[in-house]
């Protein structure tokens, strides 16, 4: 097998993992500020609007998030199974290939009689 994956192909786990941080980075930044603009609302007395606020800021970022995790595992175990999917298919195919094919018996065969009765040889 290879590696679970080549480091040269468009899409590695490091790769995955970099962006899904980074991803994470923007979202928290962003969940940072709403919750910011949530203490803002504290402050000006607005309650139900800064519990909102800190509330959407903090689950909504967090959920996004989450679903990208969750996609990004998704695709590393099929990518990972595809791989020693791929690895068996060229083990067991090379085993195929080197087996000698199987014959049909060329023995005698056994003659079938017809509605006429036994097929004889003509003595011609």
Do not use: C
Request: proline share 7%.
């Amino acid at each position: 097998m290879r590696g679970l994956w080549d480091h040269e192909q468009p899409l590695s786990p490091s790769l995955l993992r970099s962006a899904l941080a980074l991803a994470g980075g923007f979202l928290a930044g962003l969940a940072l500020g709403v919750v910011l603009l949530g203490v803002m609302s504290l402050v000006r007395g607005d309650y139900l609007g800064a519990l909102a606020q800190v509330a959407g800021g903090v689950a909504i970022p967090f959920a996004i998030w989450l679903g990208l995790k969750l996609m990004a595992d998704i695709l590393t175990v099929l990518n990972r199974s595809y791989d020693r999917l791929d690895a068996l298919e060229q083990r067991f195919g090379d085993m195929a290939q080197h087996r000698t094919p199987k014959l049909p018996p060329t023995g005698p065969r056994a003659l079938r009689a017809s509605d006429d009765g036994p097929n004889y040889p003509s003595e011609d």
